[in-house]
């Protein structure tokens, strides 16, 4: 069974540029997740999408951040303006519906650096 | 925010010494994990907790869900070159559906 793809692995930008980061998780998986790791700290949840409804976007910084999953399957995390603190490794991950939340796949991340 | 603290932050060791690591948290979790991050990798699940006081094992791992349900360890016995990585513990609040994960202790094995 092929594990959660993410692109691209590395990507470095300056300040103010605009990234895009794509998943595509493990095939069945309905619950996808993307999260924040800052260099020195565990993962963040930003965004966890049911299908492709959100269900938690609790701790995903609105004003630049935005996600969306539409057809259920692959998703797009995009940065907008991005800043020197979004430097960080963003990880998806992804689900069976109905399982327990711990139950997820991690992909590779992609890790960003902003100049 | 609920929020883990893990210790060490870091370990240096020796091949074939024993490792112990813990994690402590400001609130009560119903669930608590352990993973562990290779560079370059995201976390894979080690072992799950689910019970105040349970321990479980899995291979030279060995885990305990602390009686207050405010804290974990982690021990790691006869330690091998591939033990080297980041550990992580995470606990699941079963009213919010997502998991808080503490900053990680990174294993170093000296050979």
């Known amino acids: 069974e092929a594990g959660v793809a993410q692109s691209p692995r590395y990507k470095i930008i300056e300040k103010r540029q605009s990234v895009a980061f794509w998943c595509n998780p493990i095939s069945g998986h309905a619950t996808l997740y993307w999260y924040q790791q800052i260099l020195g700290q565990g993962p963040k949840l930003l965004i966890q999408?049911?299908?492709?409804?959100?269900?938690?976007d609790s701790q995903l910084p609105k004003d630049r951040f935005s996600a969306e999953r539409l057809k259920g399957v692959d998703s797009t995390l995009k940065i907008q303006p991005a800043k020197l603190e979004d430097s960080a490794v963003y990880l998806c991950?992804?689900?069976?519906?109905?399982?327990?939340?711990?139950?997820?796949?991690f992909g590779p991340g992609t890790r960003l650096t902003v100049t | 925010g609920q929020q883990l603290n893990q210790s060490p932050q870091s370990m240096f060791i020796q091949e074939g010494e024993d490792v112990s690591m813990n994690c402590t948290s400001s609130?009560?979790?119903?669930?608590w994990l352990w993973y562990k991050q290779d560079p370059g990798e995201g976390p894979v699940l080690l072992i799950a907790l689910y019970k105040a006081g349970e321990l479980t094992s899995n291979g030279r791992l060995t885990a305990q869900f602390g009686i207050t349900r405010k804290d974990s360890f982690l021990n790691i016995s006869a330690s091998i070159p591939s033990d080297v990585g980041i550990y992580f513990c995470?606990?699941?609040?079963?009213?919010?559906?997502?998991?808080?994960f503490g900053q990680g202790t990174r294993l170093t094995i000296n050979p």
């Open positions: 991950a992804s689900s069976r519906l109905g399982l327990a939340v711990y139950e997820q796949y």
């Open positions: 609130s009560i979790f119903n669930t």
């Open positions: 995470a606990g699941q609040d079963q009213g919010a559906q997502k998991l808080v």
């Open positions: 999408f049911q299908n492709n409804g959100v269900v938690d």
